[in-house]
């Protein structure tokens, strides 16, 4: 395959990159925890916890707070106490379930230029499906993968990278991670693939100390996002002991 006709992968995360949900998740996700299962005040800082998904945190979080795992049940009551009240806050304030500025048209816009694109998040999959429909991003004919997939985030984005070459019919020669958190960085690194980080602020800045080369505040400027994608954009590592950098 030349270099003109490489097939170049996009994968996104989905909160406080493709939507601006970061907010509301935490404190949703905080909450559902405190009326399953009675704890209270939990980090969210989920850069601290082993692996930062909806469903390691939440086990985590069943070891150190409840001294025991968490049952399957238990942690499939927990994501559907976390859905109920990312509703009940929507029916409340729909605004802050909006996309992050152009979100909505950058897989159309990357797909005009030539890249596939994908989903990857750790959140759960009801709640993610439902703040992307939420905020207008479609999902049609784009491969995805969830918390409820695997736990580590880089075998999530793995996953979505497999189902996004299942999709095309083929491998992608370059693959970049598009995130607003350091473990999003890590995750990449440890598969060998590009990074590009969305975010403002604080936010932007720990990207940036992290190693980010490449940070966004929105998607307007698609033009500038493609050229920073090429940059960055690597091969997959086969053998990922060997890519953590």
Known sequence: MTAATERRLAV????????????????????????????????????????????????????????????TEELASLRDRFVGLLRAQLAREPGL?????????????????????????????????LKLATAG????RVAAAFACDARPRADIIRLAMSRADALAGNLAARVAYLGD???????????????????????AQSLAEAG??????????????????????APPCTKPDRCRS
Do not use: K, M
């Not at 909006?98 to 759960?124: H, K, M, N, Q, S």
């Not at 960085?185 to 975010?199: K, N, P, Q, W, Y």
């Not at 998607?219 to 954009?233: G, I, M, N, P, T």
């Open 212 to 233: 980010a080369a490449h940070v966004f505040a929105d998607f307007y400027d698609v033009d500038r996002l493609v050229a920073a994608l090429e940059r960055v954009a």
């Open 97 to 129: 379930f909006r996309e992050t500025p152009g979100g909505a048209r950058v897989f159309a816009e990357l797909r005009a230029r030539g890249w596939d694109v994908a989903i990857a998040t750790g959140g759960w999959t009801p709640s993610a499906r």
């Open 181 to 203: 958190g350091r473990w999003d960085l890590t995750a990449s690194r440890e598969l060998g693939i590009g990074f590009v980080g969305i975010g403002t602020g604080v936010r």
């Open 137 to 140: 991003i479609s999902t049609d």
């Open 12 to 71: 996104f995360d989905i909160d406080g990159t493709l939507t601006q949900t970061a907010h509301v998740d935490e404190s949703c996700y905080a909450e559902a925890i405190r009326l399953e299962w009675n704890v209270e005040n939990i980090s969210t800082d989920w850069g601290a916890y082993e692996h930062s998904t909806d469903n390691a945190i939440a086990s985590e979080v069943s070891r150190t707070r409840r001294g025991r795992d968490a049952t």
